[in-house]
């Protein structure tokens, strides 16, 4: 299936964006792209079902929303999958190291790239106004950083609860 992301970057867009002009309206331009990008980036499932779901689910989310809160849940949408998205590869990358593909050295450098993208995520989770969607995406992020610590310093350390699950699931009972 050919996907016409302009088609659909324009379609999510006046969902989401109408009653907005100017900075807000490019900035909100900027947030559709990434959210619609995100969606189709999903290859678990059949894209045109993925576009419609999301679009769905977003002008739901956007219902009955000024156009500065729309704005503001777009922003926070983007930051939430932006904070998963990261802390996925932040157990994956983890999870590599325990089941010894890869070990902590030869990792260290992506290890350390992921947690520089945690510190610069932090700013803007930390701005959140939602508490509890902060609350859930600092958890994310502190998980994240335990398991790149875990991965920095050698397979050594404290591990995320997360990643301490999984670890008891690779233990052989004696």
């Known amino acids: 299936m050919t996907i ?13 964006l109408t009653g907005l002009a100017g900075e807000p309206y490019a900035e909100g331009q900027t947030l559709v792209r990434a959210l619609v990008d995100e969606w189709l980036s999903a290859t678990q499932v059949d894209l045109s079902d993925m576009i ?11 219902q009955n929303q000024t156009p500065v ?7 926070n949408l983007v930051l939430e999958r ?29 290890a350390q790239q992921i947690a520089n993208e945690i510190d610069s995520l ?7 106004t ?31 609860i997360r990643l301490n699950r999984y670890m008891l699931s690779k233990q ?3």
């Open 4 to 16: 016409d992301r302009e088609t659909i970057y324009a379609g999510v867009s006046q969902i989401a």
């Open 52 to 62: 419609r779901i999301g679009t769905a689910d977003l002008a739901q989310a956007l």
């Open 69 to 75: 809160d729309r704005l503001t849940t777009l922003r």
């Open 82 to 110: 932006s904070v998963q998205r990261l802390s996925s590869r932040a157990l994956q990358l983890a999870r590599s190291v325990v089941d010894q593909p890869a070990t902590s050295n030869e990792v260290s450098p992506t």
């Open 122 to 128: 932090l700013p803007n989770v930390k701005a959140l």
């Open 130 to 160: 939602d508490a509890a969607l902060q609350q859930r995406l600092m958890r994310e992020l502190a998980d994240a950083d335990l398991e790149m610590r875990f991965v920095i310093e050698g397979a050594k350390g404290l591990v995320s």
């Open 172 to 174: 052989t009972p004696s």
